[in-house]
């Protein structure tokens, strides 16, 4: 007899190919339309409401579809680059020793208590996403992490989380977020970051499920790594010495110069995404430059960094290439003109309910909404406009309008597939693996999106 094949995950390209063939099937189906768009007095692009109208039917052809592969390509280049030029960086540091000392200086003092590093490290992303709206500018730290916590015993699902739930959940707990709350209030109409104090008693909330959930995962299979979700499996990261070996590494003048410079580099990130609103050519502009500067300390050759550039690329490459594939969804959505539609069938929909309901189905449409449009600041001008008129219609608050669109909009983003697959492929994650781990974690937190957005509906917020 022969044996039956065991099923397997298909590729991750694979899949997300057939989301493209889905997507272009789908741009068929539904009727071309669009909202009339205005420049506002902040000068955003948003739509007007009530102005909703169809369109002469697009589509997408066989051809159209595979080019949008190249166009989404062209416009994920930006991402794309950025990836490549964090991670040159971050490699710098690791082939100069510096971060293996550092990791060895950790050991060092935190002993026994090396699970301490989950909760202080994504309380930390976490505060940055929830301030001042970083999440791309993490994209080249993901894979050292990854590291770390496979030489602490975990595995590189725990690694990859202290980065990307923590970073991703304190975007969504947004308190003053100036990509998602900062456009979402000035549309709206309400005072710039007011209500603050609600939402610093939500990320509280959202931040501490996250973490538990995370540190009872990584104690879980701390204990016994057969629980864990890749045992058994390979998966890829930076070669790093042992635990033993690096808790004996010692800390050079070049290493110690290297993390002056390191601190110099997140600081001047800081001050020039705050001050300067650099995002994310300027941001890459800086990683370049300090990559040759730590080079330069470092006492490589030019030659030497030429090739470590190479060999930072091969190895983010893959998730770098699944940027552009997955770029090619939003481009055929556009193109067909579809999403206005999509977006104005939700919020006729959401007319027919009233107070406390119309909220709840406020956060289910939003969720829905941000697989379509998935960039946080994106979604704002074009959901805020439509849904703040009706909230007012139906009993909700401009202010439970805003915080519906940032739960809706922030926390789907580490289960829809358009940031999944992107994050799965910088993380060199199964991708069924990743859904398996983060699914129960994404319907606790949409429970307390709900809980707390009832809540700010008693409080009159």
């Known amino acids: 007899m022969k044996e039956k094949k065991k099923w397997q995950m298909p590729h991750a390209y694979v899949i997300i190919f057939t989301m493209t063939v889905l997507t272009a099937v789908l741009a068929n189906v539904v009727p071309a339309g669009e909202f009339d768009r205005i420049i506002d007095a902040s000068g955003n692009e948003v739509v007007v409401a009530n102005s909703f109208h169809y369109v002469d039917k697009v589509g997408c052809s066989i051809f159209d579809m595979f080019k949008s592969i190249q166009l989404g390509f062209v416009n994920a280049g930006q991402i794309i680059f950025f990836i490549v030029f964090a991670y040159f960086f971050v490699y710098i540091l690791m082939k100069n020793g510096t971060f293996e000392a550092v990791v060895g200086w950790i050991l060092r003092k935190i002993g026994n208590r090396i699970e301490l590093i989950i909760p202080v490290c994504m309380i930390l992303f976490g505060i940055l996403g929830s301030t001042m709206g970083m999440f791309e500018e993490t994209y080249g730290l993901i894979p050292v992490f990854i ?135 300027e941001i890459a502009t800086l990683f370049i430059i300090m990559a040759l500067v730590m080079g330069a300390i470092s006492h490589f050759s030019p030659s030497q960094i030429a090739e470590y550039f190479i060999e930072a690329s091969k190895e983010m490459m893959y998730g770098a290439l699944l940027v552009g594939i997955s770029y090619s969804i939003p481009v055929i959505m556009e193109n067909a003109k579809i999403i206005d539609t999509i977006v104005w069938a939700i919020a006729s929909v959401l007319q027919n309910f009233s107070g406390m309901a119309s909220a709840i189905g406020m956060l289910f449409a939003q969720n829905i909404i941000n697989f379509f449009i998935p960039s946080g600041g994106g979604q704002a001008l074009v959901t805020v406009p439509i849904l703040a008129p009706v909230g007012d219609m139906v009993g909700v608050s401009k202010q439970i309008t805003v915080l519906a669109y940032q739960f809706g909009d922030g926390f789907s983003n580490i289960f829809w597939p358009t940031s999944v697959f992107m994050m799965c492929g910088i993380m060199r994650l199964p991708i069924d693996k990743w859904y398996k781990f983060v699914t129960p974690l994404f319907g606790l937190l949409f429970i307390a999106e709900i809980v707390l957005l009832c809540g700010s509906f008693m409080i009159g917020y």
């Open 147 to 281: 590291s770390i916590a496979c030489i602490l015993g975990y595995d590189a699902i725990v690694g990859g989380s202290i980065i990307y739930l923590g970073v991703a959940i304190g975007f969504a707990a947004a308190t003053i977020n100036p990509f998602t709350i900062g456009i979402a209030q000035q549309v709206a109409g309400v005072p710039l970051f007011s209500g603050i104090g609600y939402r610093i008693f939500c990320f509280v909330v959202f931040m501490s499920i996250a973490i538990i959930y995370v540190w009872r995962y990584a104690h879980k299979i701390q204990k016994n790594p057969e629980k864990s979700l890749l045992y058994g499996i390979k998966t890829e990261m930076p070669e790093v010495a042992s635990k033993d070996e690096l808790v004996n590494i010692k800390f050079t003048t070049t290493h110690k110069i290297s993390c002056l410079l390191f601190v110099f580099t997140i600081v001047m990130l800081l001050v020039g995404t705050i001050k300067m609103r650099w995002y994310i050519d």
